[in-house]
């Protein structure tokens, strides 16, 4: 009896092991997946978000629109390594809820309490006219220090929309807006302060230059005045 299986066994065993062959020569060869992926955030930005922006009109001053009257800025840019620019409207805490305005039509990037040194903090980044894209497609705006965010990470917000309102990060500043402008997305909070100023403009330089075409002459010579540096310390500012 085992005599006449024996055939059918090793064919059994033969057919088996071509199988299992077969099987493996045509799997793929195994791939090793990356521990982290990297996500270009700015070219995904730059590809699929910055063509459904809307496209800027013009931009007004963050404090008292659309002309900074009455508004003041205790520390520039680039000022001590100062990355942005520090506004008030009062001595102390007096402007403590100031409001806080879209310097354009725009799309928050995010609006995040970070609590800390930063406290509320909201981007919105704004889409160049044509006529820029040489030079710029898009900044983003960093309003930070804030007291109150009325605005969410992927709003659409119009300029001279409140965003929110001046704070002190719970006593860390006098009240203040920082107020940061980058010539590039998706740049993070940043120090505040750095030798390097590659990737961040001068807020009231930039503005000033790239006012609504309906602005007033009086209006385009308009600019708010900084406090002298022997009086800063009566200011709020990110010292």
């Keep these: 009896m085992l005599r006449r ?31 982290e992926r990297d996500v270009a955030y700015v070219d995904y930005f730059a590809r699929y978000l910055l063509p459904c922006l809307p496209v800027t009109s013009g931009f007004d001053y963050p404090v008292r ?31 403590l809820g100031e409001p806080v305005y879209s310097i354009a039509d725009g799309w928050v990037t995010l609006a995040v309490d970070f609590e800390g040194m930063w406290g509320k903090v909201v981007m919105i980044a704004y889409r160049l006219p044509e006529k820029d894209a040489s030079q ?17 990470g992927g709003n659409f917000v119009k300029r001279g929309q409140p ?18 402008l980058r010539d590039q997305i998706g740049r993070g909070l940043g120090g505040g302060f750095s030798e390097r100023q590659e990737g961040w403009i001068s807020p009231t330089d930039f503005i000033s230059t790239h006012r609504p075409a309906s602005t007033p002459t009086a209006s385009l010579q308009a600019k708010p005045a900084k406090a002298p540096a022997a009086q800063r310390a009566k200011w709020g500012f990110d010292g």
């Design 65 to 95: 629109p659309p002309d900074a009257k009455g508004a003041l800025i205790a520390l520039g840019f680039a000022e001590e390594n100062h990355l942005g620019e520090d506004w008030n409207t009062a001595l102390g805490d007096k402007d």
């Design 163 to 180: 965003i929110g309102t001046m704070g002190n990060v719970g006593g860390v500043y006098k009240a203040h807006l920082h107020f940061e």
């Design 5 to 35: 299986l024996t055939p059918f066994v090793l064919l059994a065993l033969w057919m088996a092991l071509l199988w299992i062959g077969l099987d493996w020569s045509q799997r793929p060869p195994a791939t090793v997946l990356p521990r």
């Design 136 to 152: 710029l497609s898009v900044v983003e705006a960093m309003y930070a220090h804030l007291d109150t965010m009325t605005v969410k």
